[in-house]
């Protein structure tokens, strides 16, 4: 089992359902168990259009699924959950990241591991570091409390 941590984010709809019901489907997806949740944080958004704020979260699964499998389960529970894609950074129902997967480093089409600009989002190393604050970026060899520091 690879230890994996994921991004999640909702402005639009019932926010907080949205979280809640991609959880539900990803810990029901076969080959995942998921392990944990930070708290949810309320966020302004971060570029893009005029848009309601963000709540936010980092989970914490369990999975045997290739990183690229997993990343195909999160589209589809984006899909399914309303998500539609038109500008970079556009509101949306749900937002899947996969920000770790183990300590691994994964360039292939269509995928980037570490996610190439957790580094840069407070909304991201805020609550990964409730969960995982020792934990070292692969890339960066910076740990997320370090990284975190730097991005306030």
């Known amino acids: 089992m690879t230890r994996v941590f994921i991004a999640v984010g909702s402005n639009l709809g019932d926010r907080r359902s949205n979280l809640e019901e991609a959880g539900r489907l990803l810990a029901s997806s076969p080959g995942i168990q998921f392990v944990r949740s930070s708290r949810v944080h309320e966020t302004e958004p971060v570029g893009g259009p005029k848009q309601g704020r963000y709540l936010n979260a980092v989970w914490e699964i369990s999975t045997q699924l290739p990183a690229a499998d997993l990343l195909g389960r999160?589209?589809?529970?984006?899909?399914r959950l309303g998500r539609v894609r038109t500008v970079p950074n556009a509101p949306r129902t749900i937002d899947l990241d996969i920000l770790f997967y183990g300590n691994e480093h994964i360039r292939l089409p269509g995928i980037e591991i570490p996610h190439p600009r957790l580094h840069e989002r407070l909304f991201v190393l805020e609550p990964l570091a409730e969960l995982v604050p020792a934990w070292v970026h692969p890339v960066l060899q910076r740990t997320v409390k370090q990284m975190?520091?730097?991005c306030l």
């Open 74 to 79: 999160l589209l589809a529970i984006e899909e």
């Open 148 to 150: 975190l520091e730097e």
